[in-house]
């Protein structure tokens, strides 16, 4: 049975405890209800309602939801604050500068405590640093930086002095990283001499440099470059400054940038189905309102708990539930350096019982791959760790087959830990479709119910209703704050794929198809509908894998798609024909590995194709067209049902139904 079909037939339910209720946010479904209710009959109200009581405004907004200009929405937009002030100074002036913000585990186990205090003073330092620089409000800055408290530091910095930042993932390659400079626009680029990850030094200084000397990032005016492991690097003089050394004298007070709510807060750079990653660009007001709510209301965070999600900050669950959103209310939370199984494969346990983790939130692969391990040595079992202070568990990112939602929910929660399964995405910002601890009995394998103001629906390709138990397209039905207001630099981009006009061109179109199930209506995502993968809950475009491909001299042409995997929940099967005679045995072992390289300095390695597969040819229509069900199914090595009389040339589906 597939991972979807499992999930269709659980039929496991796992009501709240009345522990996981007794205090909670929303201590049940009633609460829910009422608050659904709510946003249902007065939509503005209700998102103006915690708008207000959520965040701290310097000006206060006298408009809600600005619809004029559909579907660039504008939520808040005369309110003033500042993200920064707001997820830092507002806790300091109620007292509570003393309060760890960030307990940082470095790779080697080092230890970090900064308190909001600190933190305080290192944003507001480097923020004096960046204006200096020349950094004005609007500027975008990209940060390329290793997990890091000057991570989360520079980004807060950016947010203080109104500048959009724009972070790039420590893994990506130059080129990505030169692509996102050219296509944001960078005045300056923030990134450290190395990272450490399981033990290893990895370059990201030389990775910076080639990327700016690719050329059309001639308004990066500054590198900043964080020492971390103070490996070598070669200095432009000039153009390179140390951190360190940038922020020794500068004063640790700096007025916050005041910004309108609709004020770019960040741009964040994600996989489409067609062309180049598209700038997700979020707004201020937006972002930091639905970061901190969902923390209330999914985590049911409270002022002891100590909050641990182990994404990068390179990603969007990293911006939202690192920087902004644990920050936002002011809790404690750890942050990790390195990779879960390093030193052990019980790293993660091992942390969770030093630092008295309570609300713990991670990806399906992340378990998936550490239940193999576990299950092999006892040693790095979850159950030989002390894991008793847990109370929530969260996973995010790719759909969570029942089995590992069981492992964790069982081995790492002690049977008593609710699991909170959050459906979203870069663009949504926040948490959209999810559980609450507290309210909702769980199914394994079904994040369940939207949260309060979230308009989820299914429909199909004509934008219509389907009934509960039929399958169809996840759609947002109204504007929610969080949500993405644009592709950066490309509003037509923006509208036709978010708001299709087949949909109507009203429907926000989540790219994801969904049941819902008949009788709860909870929602169960079955993945993307479009040519996005999810590897390892990374989100890759086929076509970039392709264009990153037929870039590489011996390549004539190449198709790339998905196949269930194990593990990582996707895997990337390549199809290439090369210019030269279709390889047979080691010829051909070697160049794949040559083209998997490949792929790694063109996107990054999360992009390697798990799978190359070569003939001399694709399967193609005979208008050309290349059949990519048929792909899809000799990737996955099923039999050929397909009706193939279509097809020019048939015989080529002996040759790359071969698993090399
Ligand atoms: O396909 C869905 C999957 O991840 C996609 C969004 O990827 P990204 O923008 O990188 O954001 C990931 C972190 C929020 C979605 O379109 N996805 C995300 N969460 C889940 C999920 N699929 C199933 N269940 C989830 N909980």
Not at 598 to 607: C, D, L, N, R, T
Request: net charge negative; proline share 5%; aromatic share 8%.
């Amino acid at each position: 049975m597939s991972a979807i079909e499992s999930v269709l037939h659980e039929r496991r339910v796992f009501p709240p405890s009345d522990k996981a209720s007794a205090n909670a946010a929303i201590s049940g479904m009633d609460a829910y209800k009422a608050l659904t209710a709510e946003a249902e009959s007065d939509y503005e109200g209700f998102w103006a309602r915690i708008a207000r009581e959520t965040l701290s405004w310097h000006k206060p907004f006298t408009k809600v939801l600005d619809e004029s200009n559909a579907p660039f929405y504008k939520w808040f937009e005369d309110g003033e604050l500042n993200a920064s002030y707001n997820c830092i100074d507002r806790h300091v002036e109620a007292g509570h500068g003393g309060k760890n913000a960030i307990i940082f585990e470095a790779d080697d186990g080092a230890v970090t405590n900064v308190t909001y205090q600190d933190l305080l003073q290192r944003v507001s330092r480097l923020a004096n640093a960046l204006k200096k620089q020349g950094v004005k409000k609007g500027d975008r800055v990209v940060i390329y930086l290793p997990m890091s408290v000057e991570g989360v530091v520079a980004m807060q910095a950016c947010a203080r002095i109104g500048a959009t930042h724009s972070v790039v993932f420590g893994g990506f390659s130059s080129k990505s990283l030169n692509e996102r400079l050219v296509d944001v626009g960078a005045v300056a680029l923030i990134t450290a001499d190395e990272q450490m990850r399981g033990g290893k030094a990895l370059p990201l200084k030389s990775i910076a440099d080639e990327a700016i000397a690719a050329g059309g990032c001639d308004a990066v005016k500054s590198v900043i470059v964080y020492r971390r492991t103070g490996g070598k690097v070669a200095w432009n003089e000039g153009r390179d400054l140390w951190l360190h050394e940038l922020v020794e004298n500068e004063s640790d007070q700096c007025e916050p940038e005041w910004v309108s709510a609709e004020h770019p807060l960040f741009i964040l750079y994600t996989s489409g189905s067609t062309g180049k990653p598209k700038g997700v660009q979020h707004s201020t007001g937006g972002i930091l309102l639905w970061a901190a709510q969902t923390m209330k209301w999914t985590f049911d965070m409270k002022p002891d708990d100590v909050f641990w999600c182990t994404a990068d900050i390179g990603w969007i669950t990293g911006h939202s539930y690192i920087t902004y959103g644990p920050t936002a209310i002011g809790a404690t939370q750890v942050m990790f350096e390195g990779v879960p199984t390093y030193p052990h494969a019980g790293r993660f346990w091992e942390m969770i019982g030093r630092h008295k983790v309570t609300i713990f939130y991670t990806a399906p692969t992340a378990i998936r791959s550490l239940i193999k391990v576990s299950e092999a040595d006892a040693k790095v079992h979850p159950k030989s760790f002390d894991l008793s202070t847990l109370r929530i568990l969260g996973t995010v990112g790719e759909p969570i087959n029942p089995e590992a939602w069981m492992w964790y929910y069982e081995n790492v929660g002690g049977a008593k830990c609710p699991i909170v399964d959050t459906w979203w995405q870069t663009e949504t910002g926040g948490h959209m479709i999810t559980p609450l601890p507290g309210a909702t009995p769980l199914v394994p394998g079904s994040c369940t119910l939207p949260l309060p103001g979230i308009m989820a629906a299914i429909v199909d390709e004509t934008g219509q209703d389907v009934p509960n138990g039929q399958g169809g397209i996840l759609v947002v039905k109204r504007p929610w704050p969080s949500m993405l207001r644009n592709v950066w630099g490309d509003p037509d981009r923006y509208k036709s794929s978010y708001f299709p006009e087949e949909l109507g061109g009203k429907l926000y179109l989540a790219g994801d198809g969904a049941v819902r199930d008949k009788d709860t209506g909870y929602f169960t995502i079955m993945g993307r509908i479009d040519d996005v993968l999810n590897v390892s809950g990374h989100r890759l475009g086929t076509m970039e894998i392709e264009s990153a491909l037929v870039s590489n001299p011996l390549v004539a042409e190449a198709a790339v798609v998905g196949r269930p995997d194990e593990t990582t929940g996707e895997a990337v099967v390549a199809f290439v024909v090369l210019k030269q005679a279709r390889p047979e045995g080691d010829a051909g072992t070697k160049i794949a590995n040559e083209l998997r390289a490949w792929v790694a300095k063109e996107i990054g390695p999360i992009a390697k194709p798990k799978d190359i597969r070569f003939g001399e040819n694709l399967p193609k229509t005979r208008s050309g067209k290349i059949m990519r069900r048929l792909l899809r199914s000799l990737a996955k090595g099923e039999e050929i049902t397909q009706d193939v009389s279509t097809l020019e040339n048939p015989a080529i589906l002996d040759q790359l139904g071969e698993a090399r």
